[in-house]
């Protein structure tokens, strides 16, 4: 670990984008979350959700027109003259347009463009075009009366990608694991990616590929796997009403949703594109990697904080982020992968603890100004080499490796794309 700044004061950067919203954890993972940090007025508001909440399910059969999203149909409704989302029983809390959550769950989430929601509901801007690791836990398998009889593993991968100068949420990978008492497990993994009208599904119902779900014996069909002995029902399926393909598995807390990124309707569709993923604390959370994963442990669970991490590597939250899902290391297996994802991690190993600050201040607004990427990339329409990255990795390079092709790094403009003031260099990158 980078230890010169573990000491040093915080600043300004680490106070910036502080946490957002609810607190929603497994304080002690006995199913209990923390309504004493629900405000009065958002108590209220759910309340009145409960309130309405049987009329509303009566009424409320397809999504609901708000401004500027769209409902989800069955899980919210609108108020505050057409303008929020409210989820309703037995939803409690949530983001009415995004996803709902039952009383008893914690979420992670990452929604276009991109931002990434930890366990701890703790929120960062996270512009970051590769495959990592969102989870990895384990969790009770109980019976219909709430008994243990096996455990539940999953791993949860996610990827987003280059669209035009625009980083998206493209996919999500589940590899799961069921132990059923001593003598029985069941394996299977999914993969569901694409963009709205051309999402495809793959895996394999017989074994735990945690680095690459592609077999196509999973393309269809509601139910993937149902043992009524067990209480073990795993299902995959569309909501069309929302767009969201769903991924949950009954006996175990865990549900994932993936909602597609529009590509015609872009920022003015009715629907957030990302992923969600929510456990059931009554199902006795277990977080299996601390290390790696982008969607945080709850603190309970000893969970390093976004904070935390950017305090001890010397960076902004933002940065921090990025900086570790580039140098976790995870293998970049999904469609469309670049060998520039692994090309950046490769270019942070000769930097001292100054050096990477300097460096990442230097150079982060590569991965993070649309208008830039859309230009250095128009040469490359596909995602399968990311020059963006590239320029990234040698900007690094350049104040950490002493890699002084270049004399200095000076501005200048981008022809035909109306840029007046991006970056490049008096030599070729």
Same mark, same amino acid.
């Given at each position: 670990?980078?230890?010169?700044?573990?000491?040093?004061?915080?600043?300004?950067? %680490?106070?910036?984008?502080?946490?957002?919203?609810?607190?929603?954890?497994?304080?002690?993972? $006995?199913?209990?979350?923390? @309504?004493?940090?629900?405000?009065?007025?958002?108590?209220? =508001?759910?309340?009145?959700?409960?309130?309405?909440?049987?009329?509303? %399910?009566?009424? *409320?059969?397809?999504?609901?027109?708000?401004?500027?999203?769209?409902?989800?149909?069955?899980?919210?409704?609108?108020?505050?003259?057409?303008?929020?989302?409210?989820?309703?029983?037995?939803?409690?809390?949530?983001? &009415?347009?995004?996803?709902?959550?039952?009383?008893?769950?914690?979420?992670?989430?990452?929604?276009?463009?991109?931002?990434?929601?930890?366990? $701890?509901?703790?929120?960062?801007?996270?512009?970051?075009?590769?495959?990592?690791?969102?989870?990895?836990?384990?969790?009770?398998?109980?019976?219909?009366?709430?008994?243990? #009889? &096996?455990?539940?593993?999953?791993?949860?991968?996610?990827?987003?990608?280059?669209?035009?100068?625009?980083?998206? =949420?493209?996919? @999500?990978? #589940?590899?799961?694991?069921?132990?059923?008492?001593?003598?029985?497990?069941?394996?299977?993994?999914?993969?569901?990616?694409?963009?709205?009208?051309?999402?495809?599904?793959? &895996?394999?119902? $017989?074994?735990?590929?945690?680095?690459?779900?592609?077999?196509?014996?999973?393309?269809?069909?509601?139910?993937?796997?149902?043992?009524? %002995?067990?209480?073990?029902?795993?299902?995959? *399926?569309?909501?069309?009403?929302?767009?969201?393909?769903?991924?949950? /598995?009954?006996?175990?807390?865990?549900?994932?949703?993936?909602?597609?990124? %529009?590509?015609?309707?872009?920022?003015?569709?009715?629907?957030?594109?990302?992923?969600?993923?929510? =456990?059931?604390?009554?199902?006795?959370?277990?977080?299996?990697?601390?290390?790696?994963?982008?969607?945080?442990?709850?603190?309970?669970?000893?969970?390093?904080?976004?904070?935390?991490?950017?305090?001890? /590597? &010397?960076?902004?939250?933002?940065?921090?982020? +990025?900086?570790?899902?580039?140098?976790?290391? =995870?293998?970049?297996?999904?469609?469309?992968?670049?060998?520039?994802?692994?090309?950046? +991690?490769?270019?942070?190993?000769?930097?001292?603890?100054?050096?990477?600050?300097?460096?990442?201040?230097?150079? *982060?607004?590569?991965?993070?100004?649309?208008?830039? @990427?859309?230009?250095?990339?128009?040469?490359?329409?596909?995602?399968?080499?990311?020059?963006?990255?590239? *320029?990234?990795?040698?900007?690094?390079?350049?104040?950490?490796?002493?890699?002084?092709?270049?004399?200095?790094?000076?501005?200048?403009?981008?022809?035909?794309?109306?840029?007046?003031? #991006?970056?490049?260099?008096?030599?070729?990158?």
């Amino acid at each position: 670990m980078l230890s010169a700044h573990k000491n040093s004061p915080p600043d300004a950067r %680490d106070t910036e984008e502080k946490e957002k919203g609810l607190t929603f954890r497994c304080d002690d993972i $006995n199913g209990v979350h923390d @309504i004493g940090s629900l405000t009065q007025p958002k108590m209220f =508001v759910i309340l009145k959700a409960l309130v309405f909440a049987f009329l509303i %399910d009566k009424v *409320y059969t397809g999504s609901v027109s708000c401004q500027p999203h769209n409902c989800i149909a069955g899980q919210a409704y609108c108020q505050d003259y057409g303008s929020n989302c409210v989820c309703y029983k037995p939803y409690s809390w949530g983001r &009415g347009d995004f996803a709902c959550y039952r009383d008893n769950e914690i979420s992670a989430e990452v929604k276009n463009d991109p931002e990434l929601t930890t366990f $701890n509901n703790d929120t960062v801007k996270f512009q970051y075009p590769c495959r990592y690791l969102l989870t990895e836990l384990e969790l009770q398998l109980q019976n219909a009366h709430g008994k243990e #009889i &096996g455990q539940c593993f999953f791993k949860v991968h996610a990827f987003h990608k280059r669209i035009n100068g625009k980083i998206v =949420v493209d996919g @999500i990978e #589940i590899a799961a694991k069921f132990l059923l008492g001593y003598d029985h497990e069941k394996s299977l993994s999914i993969i569901t990616y694409g963009q709205e009208g051309h999402v495809t599904l793959g &895996g394999t119902d $017989n074994d735990y590929l945690d680095n690459g779900s592609y077999d196509d014996e999973l393309t269809h069909g509601p139910v993937i796997y149902s043992d009524s %002995d067990s209480n073990l029902h795993v299902k995959r *399926y569309r909501n069309s009403h929302n767009r969201q393909y769903v991924f949950e /598995v009954e006996g175990c807390g865990f549900r994932s949703t993936f909602v597609p990124f %529009d590509l015609h309707d872009g920022i003015k569709s009715a629907y957030i594109p990302g992923i969600s993923v929510a =456990v059931d604390c009554d199902n006795h959370p277990q977080w299996l990697n601390t290390h790696k994963v982008l969607a945080l442990p709850p603190a309970s669970q000893g969970g390093p904080t976004i904070g935390s991490i950017a305090h001890e /590597v &010397g960076l902004t939250r933002q940065q921090a982020m +990025a900086y570790r899902a580039f140098t976790a290391h =995870v293998e970049q297996s999904q469609p469309d992968s670049c060998q520039e994802c692994t090309d950046v +991690a490769d270019s942070f190993k000769k930097c001292s603890d100054y050096e990477l600050s300097v460096a990442w201040d230097k150079c *982060y607004w590569i991965l993070d100004t649309p208008s830039f @990427i859309r230009c250095i990339s128009k040469d490359y329409p596909d995602t399968s080499s990311e020059s963006h990255l590239s *320029y990234f990795a040698t900007c690094i390079e350049h104040y950490c490796d002493g890699f002084h092709q270049c004399d200095e790094l000076r501005k200048c403009s981008c022809h035909n794309d109306h840029l007046d003031n #991006i970056l490049t260099s008096t030599c070729k990158y």
